[in-house]
């Protein structure tokens, strides 16, 4: 079986840093970052496309950066300055048209606070 697994969220001032981490089990390999906070839509972070390109959602570019580690299975993003409207539950995925574009990881809660 397959599973994707984050860590690294918590509690944050603004302007603080967190370094969130997923790591795919089994021949998975995560793609990119989304989040979702109460009463909104689930909304793209950062991720890779099929051509190795990183794209970032406006609200967060200048201040994230996405990195990959391929033989670790592990994708890692670096946010800092970080703002309250950061906070949200983030969670990791494959690409959308993989095989395994139905597998979500359980999420990692990130906390900001003004």
């Known amino acids: 079986q397959v599973q994707l697994v984050e860590s690294g969220g918590g509690l944050v001032q603004t302007g603080g840093s967190l370094r969130l981490s997923c790591l795919g089990i089994?021949?998975?390999?995560?793609a990119g970052w989304y989040r979702q906070s109460p009463g909104k839509q689930r909304e793209l972070v950062a991720a890779?496309?099929?051509?190795?390109?990183?794209t970032y959602a406006d609200s967060v570019k200048g201040r994230t950066t996405l990195s990959a580690d391929n033989a670790k299975r592990t994708l890692v993003l670096q946010m800092n300055n970080l703002r309250p409207e950061d906070t949200a539950v983030y969670y990791c995925?494959?690409?959308?048209?993989?095989?395994?574009?139905?597998?979500w990881g359980q999420g990692t809660q990130v906390t900001v606070s003004s």
């Open positions: 089994g021949s998975i390999l995560p």
């Open positions: 995925r494959p690409h959308p048209n993989s095989r395994w574009s139905n597998v």
């Open positions: 890779f496309n099929e051509a190795g390109d990183i």
